[in-house]
């Protein structure tokens, strides 16, 4: 399927459709994959896509406005890019969506382990909450027959754990969060990694007003992921790739999780489901639940 | 900064839970503070000299009032520190009396309370920023939707102040509903006779524009400056042609039921609506011309003199500016086909009052006779049930139609009238003749005009011979009744057009659970509605009669005028303001804004150097309500008077 994904790459860039296809490349250890950006036709030969390829790369969509870019994106990637379009972050007509089937990708720690094929290695836990599937939009589809329905089977119910966890008191749910956020060191790289954090200025730079303490103490830590976790309401599509680049090992899928099924329990609303969409937290619908107001 | 604070006593209203002398002198240690004082009634002349007074010796530039709710003294406070020359918006008002003297028993807590409340106030006005008033143009034309007698009458009260109006009409002709009655309760009045003279006036003001056969396309833009988008739907007939001579309605050979008699009588496919129409100029059916339907006839082109008659008219969209808006949509009858019991649809018989109006109409259908419209024989038993489709939860709707009561004894005497051996019984729930001489002409009807009244619903009615069984119940004397009539005449209720939630969602006013738009305020703003600009009148807010819709109509007439009159609309400037830099263009705000007071705009980023598309405030739309700074994720809104450095202060000091 690499020969078809290059042969796609090679036509667009050849007859001008995108100026630039964002994709992934072998690394130089020979097995994990990293993002490659490729403008010559000759380039197209270094894209790959297979277990390996972890990242979500619409986060550098954003990054060249006004260009015509080619994006090869797996069902995760393309619901973080609807979800750019809704927003207006994205214009549809700049992007043309390379979509690959996906049947789960590896967990990145597990490759430090030493261990390097596809068998030996666990998939990662996002993978375990999304069905096997093909892209939800693309332009132009590189089907994977020959890998299809091979890898991770989903979850029978992917908010067990969260359910697991909301069962415990208070005290032992804000211990656990307390403890996990103190080890914060407010690199901030949740946020840079995240398709979603695109504000021109985050409120946690911001000094006028301060919004929260911008010391890497307990309150600020507290208080800064506690304001990502919120601002993601409604927008996170689990592409996990914040828990996945915190160099502190914050489970912070658990807390975009809670939000996640909070959400499709309230207002059966699932973030990136279309372009259509409304943005969830700026809508009002009269159906919407308000047994909190008592 | 040298900050003012000023407590209030209120009487009692305040000092008898709240230490008054003690929150002043707490207040004149807080940081800023220069000048602290308490005094019996703040709002009152010499309390508002005290504050000047201060503003001058003390060289006092900021200024806290510790007494009553905003919304009732803030007015008060800007003005009069405007008077002693400090910028209106530099005043904060901490509120110690509903917020806490009245709600809190006499003691130190409560007192405590009033200090903290005077503090964060003392910390808000710390960060309040001098403010000017805004101010918008006025388009000075007034929209009228709905050219039935609310619009009609709305019109004539803004050209007689020499104001332009556009009614837009649905109809052919303007005249809506009380076009098709006969008379009025209680006086009897003919309906025609009052309304045409007013249909006339408003076709010969200079100062109307008439828009029949037309509807609302679009509305944007806020009070003041509406742009509105009206479609003319094609009349096949140039307007500026015609004279009106009607040979083509006399020659055309098509005959459909007449929606104008409701159904009971025949009109053609070129055709007026009734003989005083306004304008006097056919329209062109084309559903059931033979012309569109089948490519033949013709002959009404043939036939008119002055060559007016145009088939390939088409819709036509023009676009207007307003300055304000007043909907006079009215109603539409309650389909009361899901009363079963009741027969609708297969008994000839059972009619409703619409329909009745219609048939004792002298120039109606039928001459003025009463028949029964299976047989065309006169009716004499006429049954009148109320209530249908009113106050019923289940079926119908819960509110009272308000006047069925009054229509129905108008009918039970008309019937009388028209026929001197025909008898009415009326079924009732109970008799509501709220209104001038309305209950006299009640009893009017049951005394010198023998009409039955029956205290009870009707369980069922069926057909027997040519007869129709209406079966019910007398409540008062427990008796069941059976009555064998020739007619029933429904009382339907009076509800929503179908297409109210439309016109409402695209003039941004709210409507209630039965479809009625709703007034800003049941009692002090009954003919405004919450989006500015736009008012309400007749039956398109709740059910009304004439005088009611009149009455309506002429107030929302002047609250119209009010903006007509002004040079410029003065805006608050308590409203939301965008920070460019930090908005990222995502637009959750715009989805956000109940007023659709955001739009996007392009900027030069200078950081990024590149256009960048960004959202900013339209500032004569926004009120001020803050739901977008809530739904902004990058605090790119600000809501001035409350602004994030304010509120942050405000709980800084708590």
Not at chain 2, 554 to 573: H, I
């Amino acid at each position: 399927m690499n020969v078809e994904l290059r042969k796609k790459a090679k036509e667009l860039l050849k007859t001008k459709q995108v100026e630039m296809i964002i994709g992934y490349q072998r690394g130089p250890d020979g097995i994990s994959a990293t993002p490659v950006f490729i403008t010559r036709e000759e380039e197209a030969e270094n894209l790959i896509w297979d277990v390996y390829c972890v990242y979500n790369l619409s986060n550098y969509l954003k990054d060249f406005p006004g260009k015509k870019i080619g994006i090869i994106a797996k069902e995760c990637d393309v619901r973080s890019i609807i979800v750019l379009l809704q927003e207006n972050q994205l214009k549809r007509d700049d992007i043309f969506i390379i979509g690959v089937e996906c049947s789960g990708v590896i967990a990145e720690h597990t490759l430090a382990s030493g261990k390097e094929s596809p068998g030996e290695l666990d998939f990662d836990e996002k993978c375990k909450a999304c069905r096997p599937s093909t892209p939800r939009l693309y332009d132009y589809l590189v089907s994977q027959k020959d890998q299809k329905d091979k890898g991770v089977l989903p979850e029978e119910n992917p908010y067990q754990d969260i359910r697991k966890f909301e069962a415990k008191s208070i005290e032992e749910r804000f211990k656990f969060w307390q403890e996990e956020f103190s080890r914060c060191i407010r690199c901030y790289a949740c946020r840079q990694i995240c398709p979603m954090c695109y504000c021109p200025r985050c409120v946690a730079d911001q000094t006028m007003p301060t919004w929260f303490s911008r010391a890497p103490d307990l309150e600020g830590n507290l208080a800064w992921n506690v304001i990502r976790a919120f601002h993601l309401a409604g927008r996170c599509i689990d592409c996990g790739e914040c828990e996945r680049a915190c160099p502190v090992g914050i489970p912070l899928r658990e807390v975009n999780k809670k939000i996640e099924k909070d959400i499709k329990e309230l207002f059966d609303y699932e973030a990136g489901a279309g372009v259509d969409q409304k943005p969830l937290l700026s809508c009002f619908d009269q159906n919407d639940p308000e047994d909190f107001i008592r | 900064m040298k900050i003012g604070v000023f407590t209030c006593h209120c009487g009692t209203n305040i000092a008898a839970t709240v230490d008054v002398e003690k929150v002043a002198q707490a207040a004149a240690e807080f940081p800023g503070v220069t000048f602290s004082t308490a005094y019996n009634y703040m709002c009152s002349d010499p309390g508002q000299n005290i504050v000047k007074k201060a503003i001058k010796e003390h060289a006092l530039d900021r200024v806290v009032i510790a007494s009553c709710s905003p919304s009732l003294h803030e007015k008060t406070f800007r003005k009069c520190v405007e008077d002693a020359g400090i910028n209106p918006y530099l005043v904060e008002m901490a509120n110690i009396r509903e917020h806490c003297s009245w709600v809190h028993p006499e003691g130190e807590q409560t007192t405590a309370k009033a200090i903290e409340l005077v503090r964060i106030a003392v910390a808000k006005v710390s960060r309040d920023r001098p403010l000017e008033m805004t101010y918008t143009p006025i388009e000075k034309k007034v929209l009228i939707i709905g050219g039935g007698i609310a619009g009609i009458q709305s019109a004539i009260d803004i050209a007689f102040a020499n104001y332009p109006a556009v009614i837009v009409e649905r109809e052919p002709s303007i005249g809506g509903r009380m076009a098709s009655f006969d008379k009025t309760f209680p006086t009897l009045d003919c309906a025609a006779c009052i309304l045409t003279p007013k249909m006339v006036t408003v076709s010969q003001s200079e100062h109307v524009t008439i828009h029949t056969y037309s509807e609302i396309e679009e509305v944007t833009g806020y009070v003041g400056n509406f742009t509105v988008k009206i479609r003319k739907k094609p009349r096949s007939v140039d307007i500026n042609k015609c004279t009106g001579c009607g040979v083509c309605y006399g020659k055309c050979p098509v005959r459909v039921p007449s929606e104008f008699d409701q159904g009971l009588g025949k009109r053609p496919a070129i055709y007026i609506p009734f003989p005083q129409a306004v304008p006097n100029v056919p329209v062109i059916d084309r559903e059931s011309c033979l012309w569109f339907t089948e490519q033949k006839c013709g002959i009404c082109q043939k036939v008119c003199p002055f060559g007016a008659i145009d088939y390939d008219m088409e819709d036509e969209i023009i676009e207007e500016k307003f300055g304000a808006i007043i909907v006079a949509t009215g109603f539409q009858q309650f389909d009361y086909s899901v009363y079963g019991e009741y027969g609708y649809g297969k008994f000839k018989n059972v009619i409703t009052g619409l329909h009745f109006e219609r048939m004792v109409n002298s120039s109606g259908p039928t001459g003025g006779k009463i028949i029964k419209p299976s047989d065309g024989k006169e009716a004499r038993e006429v049954v009148f049930i109320q209530c249908i489709g009113s106050r019923d939860e289940q079926k119908g709707v819960p509110y009272c139609s308000r006047l069925c009561c009054m229509y129905t004894a108008k009918h039970a005497l008309l019937l009388r009238e028209h026929n001197p051996d025909a008898q009415a019984y009326v079924f009732y729930i109970d008799i509501r003749a709220a209104g001038k001489n309305y209950e006299e002409f009640v009893k009017k009807v049951q005394d010198e005009y023998g009409a039955i009244y029956l205290r009870g619903r009707v369980s069922r009615i069926f057909e027997k011979g040519d007869k129709l069984i209406v079966r019910g119940a007398d409540t008062l004397s427990g008796a069941q009744i059976e009555i064998e009539a020739d007619l029933v005449v429904m009382a339907t209720g009076l509800v929503a057009m179908p297409d109210a939630v439309s016109l409402a969602q695209m003039l941004h006013i709210p409507y209630d659970q039965n479809n009625l738009f709703t007034e800003a305020h049941p009692k002090l703003a009954p003919v405004e509605t919450i989006t500015s600009g736009i008012f309400l009148t007749g039956a398109c807010q709740a059910p009304k009669d004439i005088p009611d819709a009149v009455a309506t109509a002429s107030a929302a007439s002047v609250k119209a005028l009010g903006l007509m009159v002004q040079d410029k609309l003065a805006r608050e400037p308590l409203i939301a303001r965008v920070i460019p830099e930090l908005c990222s263009g995502c637009r959750a705000c715009i989805e956000a804004c109940p007023f659709s007071a955001i739009e996007t705009e392009e900027i030069e980023d200078l950081r990024l150097r590149r256009k960048r598309t960004v959202v900013k405030v339209i500032e004569g739309v926004c009120t001020g309500c803050g739901i977008c700074t809530t739904a902004c994720r990058m605090s790119a809104i600000d809501l001035e008077g409350f602004s994030n450095r304010q509120i942050m202060e405000e709980l800084a000091v708590l």
